[in-house]
């Protein structure tokens, strides 16, 4: 768990071989860790992609982003496609924007 209240958690679900990992708070040097450690589950299923639905993360920094793109990078060596996806929050997706994220994020889709 992270510091200062933080109720960071992450819930995993799968379909037809493609992994769907729910992001829930905020992503930061105290909760990129457990990210990283449910990602790298996720990776060792083998599936053909995984998605990070981050509707509901209010904040990521640099430490966070720095994860993301580790992981991204781990994916694409094991031939799987990882996006983050649905990010709502403007303070995350500007980061993402900042740190040229684009290969990472998914397009918003509209409804």
Do not use: Y
């Amino acid at each position: 768990m992270a510091v200062n209240g933080n109720e960071f958690r992450t819930a995993v679900s799968w379909w037809d071989g493609q992994a769907t990992v729910v992001v829930m708070g905020e992503l930061d040097l105290a909760t990129a860790p457990e990210l990283d450690s449910r990602v790298k589950e996720c990776l060792a299923r083998r599936p053909h992609r995984v998605d990070l639905d981050f509707a509901q993360v209010r904040f990521c920094d640099c430490s966070g982003a720095d994860a993301l793109q580790r992981l991204h990078r781990q994916a694409q060596e094991e031939g799987v496609v990882l996006k983050v996806t649905d990010v709502r929050a403007p303070i995350v997706a500007h980061v993402f924007d900042l740190l040229d994220l684009t290969d990472l994020v998914e397009p918003h889709r509209p409804a």
